[in-house]
């Protein structure tokens, strides 16, 4: 089928020149991370890590890399964006990332609504910072920090202070460490900065020393940086306040900007690439828990909901069932094929599962958006429902 002159013509559009530029940023930087990820596994003999690797390529690829056009919300309103139609889901993976980011965005904004504030409560940015400990590696420092949040949490203080919140952890590489701390966006009585960060730095200390380390707090009062900030309407000239959706934005940041990857010691990268398990770094609490379980199972259409970029999430499709279900053994994970199979055969059958998936994904997000014009890096064009018939009239017409 012919694109329309006016198809082409839109495709060339400012707005869509705009998610085109961040579609090719995340294929550049996630094939960078790859890069350095297989170096890396090749030189420790890490099969998992290469396959890691191989995974975060193809998910990268220009052919999976798409744009889009008249996408729409739940409210009918038009936007474009960017995604992937099969995803690897590696943490290392700047489009995965992105997808993380945005699922996180939109649980934080259901459990925001569903917890209004009590007599004598306000909302608060919370920083919990977690001192520099140079020769420890990332996932060691995700642990130390994810235990230090345990302990905290069940301590009376946080209890009689803290009703509810979400929480994000991030990290930066400085050439000291990693600079890794939690953001909380908390619905709090009032919370005593000395007393806070008393009760964080004893935290700490407990939790890195269950791992053998005895550390320090270079700083003036020999304790733990802590931050509170008052949540405010409307952005205010003291550094004491910040608006929601500014507190929103750092506590949603989720692990570290894609090019953060680039710096992170080659190691570490095999590190994260191997663990099956990574630490939570998102976390709903409190009151906010009860709501934000409930939107989870509840939400059957994980695509795209805000005019920020997405991945279109994985679609659910249930049929009526005329017989009991026969139970079915689970098909081997990718994780667990890089690990059975030989090189070639590992590559060949990689190639065909993404080959799969991206049928499978550009067809349902035609149906789910029907007036949507899908473009990947590669320059294959895909029609939503309406759209296509729409381009067969014009031609039939012509």
């Known amino acids: 089928m012919s694109v329309s002159s006016r198809t082409i013509q839109n495709l060339h559009s400012p707005a869509s020149r705009a998610v085109q530029s961040i579609a090719r940023n995340r294929s550049r ?21 290469l396959g890691v690797a191989d995974m975060m390529r193809e998910c990268s690829s220009p052919a999976n890399v798409w744009t889009a056009q008249d996408l729409h919300n739940g409210d009918g309103e038009l936007f474009d964006g960017v995604g992937t139609y ?3 889901g590696a943490r290392l993976c700047p489009s995965c990332s992105a997808a993380l980011r945005r699922r996180a965005r939109r649980r934080a904004r259901v459990a925001l609504d569903s917890c209004p504030l009590l007599t ?36 009376k203080f946080w209890r009689e202070s803290v009703r509810a919140g979400i929480k994000g952890v991030e990290f930066t590489v400085t050439s000291l460490g990693y600079n890794t701390h939690i953001h909380i966006l908390a619905v709090s009585r009032w919370i005593a900065h000395a007393g806070l960060r008393s009760e964080w730095t004893h935290c700490v200390r407990v939790a890195w020393r269950e791992r053998g380390r005895e550390i320090a707090f270079n700083t003036p009062s020999g304790e733990a940086i802590v931050d509170v900030r008052l949540v405010r309407a409307k952005a205010g000239a003291s550094h004491a306040s910040i608006t929601q959706e500014s507190a929103l934005q750092e506590v949603l940041k989720y692990v570290c900007k894609p090019d953060a990857w680039l710096n992170v010691p080659e190691s570490h990268l095999v ?10 770094l998102f976390e709903v609490f409190g009151a906010m828990r009860a709501s934000h379980e409930t939107e989870r199972a509840s939400d059957a259409d994980t695509s795209l909901d805000t005019p920020s970029i997405s991945d279109g999430g994985q679609l ?19 994780r667990s094929l890089v690990l ?4 070639p055969a590992w590559l060949k059958k990689l190639a065909h599962h993404f080959a799969n998936r991206r049928a499978y994904r550009r067809g349902a997000l035609c149906a789910r958006y029907p007036y949507a014009i899908f473009q990947t890096l590669a320059g294959d064009v895909s029609f939503g429902v309406a759209c296509r018939y729409t381009s067969i009239e014009r031609e039939n017409n012509l």
Do not use: N, Q, Y
């Not at 420092?141 to 302990?151: G, K, N, P, V």
């Not at 059975?340 to 090189?343: A, E, M």
């Open 316 to 334: 659910m499709i249930s049929f009526p069932e005329s017989s009991p279900s026969v139970a079915r053994a689970r098909p081997p994970s990718l």
């Open 86 to 88: 099969s995803s690897c």
């Open 271 to 280: 590190e994260v690439a191997e663990v099956e398990r990574f630490p939570r």
């Open 120 to 155: 004598g409560e306000h909302a608060r940015l919370v920083t919990l910072t977690m001192p520099t400990v140079a020769d420890a590696s990332l996932l060691e420092t995700m642990h130390a920090i994810e235990r230090a949040w345990s302990l905290l949490r069940k301590r």
């Open 29 to 49: 930087r996630g094939v960078e991370v790859a890069d350095r990820l297989a170096v890396a596994a090749l030189a420790c003999g890490s099969k998992l890590a």
């Open 340 to 343: 059975t199979c030989d090189r």
